[in-house]
């Protein structure tokens, strides 16, 4: 019996309470060697029964009983090309079929009940299902379930043929026949952060259902809502898990796949839609005009409007931009300096623009309490107050952000002042100090931007672009370059590497400088989060800035979420002669530090059910009280089984420590978003300097756009000392839908399915309007 190799997203009804399991982190590169080392257990052991190595390392994995004889083995899949084996002795593959779409997800099972496994894919909510393994078209199509539910597949009734099952919540869906429908039964199994197995776990023909916490699993053997008849633990935390009957005495057993090390930072094989040519040559947001008014004002022009853009030749795709078709200019303003910003909404729907990582009035910030109708001007001003940065300017509206950055609403800011000129980096705009906005993005068959995903948390687009040039080349005249990495990505995350794996240098993070610069290979971001590097190339040299492998935690479908993929981003190709350039500080900067003993007020955030302290964002509602001029600690925990990170408007904060470890060198510098794994704390310290409103709040919240809308944010308000904070700010009429329930632990799939989890029902509704409001 088969089992999808990851159970897909978790998803989101209200959990009962789960005590945080602590993981140990891995050595640091261990994510760039996800291996292709297979730990088989048979059931009786935790230890495994038997090793083998199968496929590459970044190859995605199935499981089945491929030519009928009761065992188990492995298949794994490059692009649409699927390589089978029969036996469990590593080796080449016996057949090699090609099936589906590359973006389908694939499903594994014995449909036609002839004991041999085959392929299925999925696309939403229909299910393209095939009875043997040759390549081809589906045998038989069916539709089942909602296009966010979390798919599993067994032989429920055990007559030897594998259906589909749904998860919604810790409810699962059972089907006992290939046909559409409802369901023949309902069940109600495990904690909703679990990871969800199916297997015949007592070799009785029937599959059941096992959940994964941390390295323990929790095996149920017929299916029925209550508790597990048994639990193992096996592997470790970090393990990728695998279901199978590696034996063929009819009883699944688990078995995991684990990172190789010992291998180096081998480059893997390119994830295949790379059919780009790198030779676009890069586009660099032009620097925006501004003018200085009589009171020293330095005064930028932004206009949101529609566009059209050709991503792909031959094709045009409406967009929308600032001051243009796609993206916006650069801002460019030093410390010490009032700017204003006289902001006009030309499209068609109520928008903002929001200053990310910008310490300014909450007026100012453009967040969701600044939003400006369809034809509407807002001037915001502020002084800059805070050292020289990369960062960013986005829209910001209650419910619809994922969709206006996705179309193309986002630009950068960048501050400048005395300790950067000094620092030797390179400086010169669009010559050696390169602005990089990555993105990913779908397209329907009509060329427009598409957010329909089978992700519950948004689109993990094939097309990865920078600075909305797709396949791009730029060329280098300089010794050194400095790249001003930001992802702008609504759901995905990037390792950034360079294909040779050379080292560079990573001088600034979020909010600013590094006290040093620091030497590596690898820097991640999540969405929202910016880094500059510099890099070093020789005369003539080539080379592809790429996304490698990383790690996300213990997530549900890391595979779905990109865990393991390598992606091309970026071609620097170094002309024949290199000018000179200036040496790098030893000392970047040098900022005092915030201390935890001038910390008064420690808050707790978690991050549950994609709710913020088991709450939806509520336009109204201020969540919490800050008294200016403190220094205060947030304890910040991701609960669910799938990616968050989290973001705090106003400070830039610094980390005291993950897990209770000091926080490695590239989150040791000033951050306003932080990537949370699961089940990990993060504590975070900020100082709240000035600006005070009892009217207007800050945001935080999770910067991966899907969950951002769909409530997973909170308000503060930044007081004077002794002020009375208002109950409510005046209501907007905006609410997210809830089931009330809160903590309702068992109400399985409660509020969540109510609100269509922020998913996307249609599985092939093409429109690029797929992220509009789910809030009513
Ligand atoms: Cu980048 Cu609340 O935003
Ligand atoms: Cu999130």
């Known amino acids: 019996m088969a089992a999808p190799l990851a159970a897909g997203p978790a998803a989101l009804a ?96 014995d449909w036609d009940g002839d004991g041999t496994d085959t392929l299925a894919v999925r696309r939403g909510s229909t299910y393209h299902v095939k009875n043997s393994l040759r390549g081809g078209t589906a045998d038989s199509v069916v539709r089942y379930g909602r296009g966010d539910d979390v798919v599993l597949i067994g032989d429920w009734d055990g007559d030897g043929r594998d259906t589909f099952a749904v998860r ?91 990172a190789t090390s010992g291998v180096g930072n081998q480059p893997g094989p390119v994830e295949p839609p790379t059919e780009e040519g790198f030779t676009e040559p890069l586009a660099i947001p032009p620097l925006a005009d501004s003018r200085v008014d009589e009171d020293g004002t330095r005064v930028f022009e932004l206009t949101a409007q529609e566009g059209t853009m050709s991503f792909h030749p031959g094709e045009e795709t409406s967009t929308w931009g600032f001051n243009g ?67 960013w300017y986005h829209p910001h509206p209650h419910g619809l952000t994922e969709k206006h950055v996705y179309r193309g609403l986002s630009g950068m800011f960048i501050l400048d002042d005395a300790t950067s000129d000094a620092s030797g980096l390179p400086q010169e705009y669009g010559v050696d100090d390169i602005p990089l906005i990555v993105q990913d993005k779908d397209f329907d068959e009509d060329g427009e931007l598409t957010l329909v995903s089978p992700l519950p948390s948004g689109v993990m687009g094939k097309t990865i672009m920078v ?115 200036t040496e790098i500080a030893e000392q970047l900067s040098d900022y005092e530090r915030l201390s935890e003993a001038d910390a008064t007020v420690t808050r707790h955030f978690e991050m549950e059910n994609l709710r913020l302290n088991g709450q939806l964002m509520d336009m109204s509602r201020i969540d919490e009280v800050v008294t200016v001029g403190t220094t205060e600690i947030w304890e910040i925990t991701n609960l669910d089984s799938i990616p968050h990170n989290f973001h705090i408007h106003d400070v830039q904060f610094e980390v005291l420590s993950i897990d209770g470890a000091a926080p490695p060198p590239e989150l ?85 399915d109510d609100d269509g989890g922020g998913a996307v029902e249609d599985d092939d509704g093409g429109a690029d309007e797929a992220g509009g409001h789910r809030d009513h």
């Open 467 to 581: 600075n909305g040039t797709v396949g791009a080349v730029q060329e280098v005249t300089t010794e050194r370059v400095r790249l001003r990495l930001l992802n702008g990505s609504t759901l995905r995350s990037y390792n950034f590497g360079f294909d040779d794996n050379r080292s560079f240098q990573l001088v600034a993070t979020d909010g600013g400088l590094l006290e040093e610069p620091h030497e590596t290979n690898r820097i991640q971001l999540t969405p929202a989060e910016r880094a500059e590097i510099v890099v070093e190339l020789e005369p003539g040299e080539d080379i592809m800035l790429r996304s490698y492998p990383q790690r996300l935690g213990v997530i549900a479908d890391p595979e779905g979420y990109g865990t393991l993929q390598t992606r091309d981003i970026l071609r620097l190709q170094a002309a024949d002669e290199l000018a000179p350039s």
């Open 668 to 752: 040791a510098g000033r951050k306003d978003t932080i990537y949370t794994e699961p089940q990990r704390e993060y504590r975070l310290i900020m100082r709240f300097e000035n600006y005070t409103s009892a009217e207007f709040p800050y945001m935080y919240h999770c910067h991966l756009l899907r969950h951002e809308d769909f409530g997973l944010m909170g308000q503060f308000l930044v007081l004077e000392p002794g002020a009375e904070p208002p109950t409510d700010l005046p209501d907007t009429g905006h609410h997210h839908a809830d089931d009330g329930g809160g903590g309702g632990a068992d109400e399985g799939g409660g509020g969540a």
């Open 325 to 391: 078709d796609f993206l916006g200019p650069t801002l460019r303003a030093r410390q010490g300096e009032q700017v204003a910003v006289e902001f006009t909404n030309a499209i068609d729907e109520t928008t903002s623009v929001h200053w990310h990582g910008m310490h300014l009035p909450p007026e100012m910030d453009g967040g969701p309490h600044q939003e400006v109708e369809p034809g509407g001007t807002w001037r915001p001003t502020w002084l800059i107050d805070q050292p020289a940065a990369t960062l």
């Open 14 to 109: 209200s959990p009962p309470p789960m005590t945080p399991v602590v993981t140990a982190a891995p050595a640091a590169d261990d994510v760039t060697r996800h291996g292709n080392t297979y730990y088989l257990s048979d059931n009786r052991s935790q230890a495994a029964a038997k090793v083998v190595t199968y496929g590459r390392p970044d190859d995605l994995v199935y499981v089945g009983d491929w030519d009928g004889d009761g065992i188990d083995t492995l298949a794994v899949r490059r692009g649409d090309t699927f390589h089978f084996s029969n036996s469990l002795t590593g080796g080449p593959a016996d057949v090699v079929v090609t099936y589906g779409r590359p973006q389908d997800e694939i499903l594994v099972g």
């Open 168 to 258: 919604r919540g810790f409810h699962y869906y059972v089907n006992n026949t290939m046909t559409s429908g409802p369901a023949t039964t309902v069940v109600c199994f495990g904690r909703n952060n679990d990871e969800v197995y199916t297997g015949d776990w007592n070799g009785s023909g029937d599959d059941s259902l096992a959940v994964r916490r941390s390295s323990q699993y929790f095996l149920s053997e017929q299916l029925r809502s209550g508790p597990a008849e048994r639990s193992v633990r096996y592997g470790r935390p970090d393990d990728i898990s695998i279901v199978g009957d590696w034996d063929g005495d009819g009883t699944d057993s688990l078995g995991i796949r684990r």
